[in-house]
């Protein structure tokens, strides 16, 4: 069974630019979670996805933040403007269910923006 | 803000020795996982901890879950290269908003 599959695995981008990242969960997944972390620190909770619909996306910046998960399946995480201060990676985990059941992360789209 | 406060935050330990991470939290939470992460990848789920007080035990890996639900501990007896890592609690709160939380991290590192 594959796994949750992110794309692309590195991204440098000039600041103000705009960037996406993809994000394909392990399938009949219904939650999708995109976290933001930053060097040697735990992940931070971006958005969360049940199905297509967002349910918590409290913490998401969404001056210049955007996400969607149209069809409930895959998601697009867009960032515009990047700013210097967005270089992290970026990951998208994915689960059966909520409430304390086992997420599967991708490895991670590590942003740099210079 | 971080609910759950992992300490330490860097250790260094001889191959051999034995080692105790903690998570720490004033919250009560539902659950709480123990996630490994290595560089480049993405955090992989250890175990998972639901009652309070219960001890699990993963080969070298000793988990456990405070009485109240608030605090974890992750004990590795002889520790080996191996176990070298970024060690992260992470916890659903029991407020109902279902918001899987990590914790600050511990980095640790076996020396050969």
């Known amino acids: 069974e594959a796994g949750v599959v992110q794309s692309p695995r590195y991204k440098i981008i000039e600041k103000k630019q705009p960037v996406a990242f993809w994000c394909n969960p392990i399938?009949?997944?219904?939650?999708l979670y995109w976290y933001l972390q930053n060097l040697g620190q735990g992940p931070e909770l971006l958005i969360r996805?049940?199905?297509?619909?967002?349910?918590?996306d409290s913490q998401l910046p969404k001056d210049r933040f955007s996400a969607e998960r149209l069809k409930g399946v895959d998601s697009t995480l867009k960032i515009q403007p990047a700013e210097l201060g967005d270089s992290a990676v970026y990951l998208c985990?994915?689960?059966f269910g909520t409430g304390g059941t086992e997420a599967f992360f991708g490895q991670g789209t590590r942003l740099t923006v210079v | 803000t971080q609910l759950l406060e992992q300490s330490p935050q860097f250790l260094s330990i001889q191959e051999g020795e034995n080692l105790t991470v903690y998570c720490n939290s004033s919250?009560?939470?539902?659950?709480l996982q123990w996630y490994r992460q290595e560089p480049g990848e993405g955090p992989v789920l250890l175990v998972t901890?639901?009652?309070?007080?219960e001890v699990k035990k993963l080969k070298r890996l000793t988990f456990q879950f405070g009485d109240a639900r608030k605090d974890s501990s992750l004990h590795i007896t002889a520790a080996q290269p191996g176990d070298t890592g970024l060690y992260l609690c992470?916890?659903?709160?029991?407020?109902?908003?279902?918001?899987?939380?990590f914790g600050t991290g511990t980095r640790l590192t076996i020396i050969p």
């Open positions: 996805y049940e199905n297509e619909e967002a349910v918590d």
């Open positions: 985990a994915s689960s």
């Open positions: 919250s009560v939470f539902s659950s």
């Open positions: 992470a916890g659903d709160p029991a407020s109902g908003n279902e918001k899987l939380t």
């Open positions: 901890v639901v009652t309070g007080g």
């Open positions: 399938s009949g997944h219904n939650t």
